[in-house]
């Protein structure tokens, strides 16, 4: 079992920079892919990006090259640093976990951050 929650959301201005974190629980978080996604109003999940147990990771097209992925397994934890915000960068942000390194469906999910771009 693992618990996921995220902080770091907030209210900031187009080109402004936040990093997002996701704190777990459980012994095993090491063993997990783990990702980040959002959700804007009246739109549908959208995949960011994903970081496997060893560090290997993999974007999202709208975010390639804005967002970094990165993880603290000594500190079960997972961070998003975003840079360069833009107005549709805006949304709830979750992180999620899951057993299987590269597919699947995602186990386990955070409550979400909000964060809000400002033109």
């Known amino acids: 079992q693992v618990q996921l929650v995220e902080s770091g959301g907030g209210l900031v201005q187009a080109g402004d920079s936040l990093r997002l974190t996701c704190a777990a629980s459980g012994r095993t978080f090491g063993s997990y892919t783990m990702g980040w996604f959002r959700q804007a109003p009246g739109k549908e999940r959208e995949f960011l990006a994903l970081i496997t147990w060893d560090g290997e990771g993999y974007y999202g097209n709208s975010v390639k090259g804005r967002f970094t992925i990165s993880r603290d397994n000594a500190k079960n934890t997972v961070y998003l640093q975003m840079n360069d915000l833009k107005p549709e960068d805006t949304a709830v942000y979750y992180c999620?976990?899951?057993?299987?390194?590269?597919?699947?469906?995602?186990?386990?999910w955070g409550p979400g951050t909000q964060v809000t771009v400002s033109s």
């Open positions: 999620a976990a899951r057993s299987n390194k590269w597919s699947g469906e995602y186990d386990y």
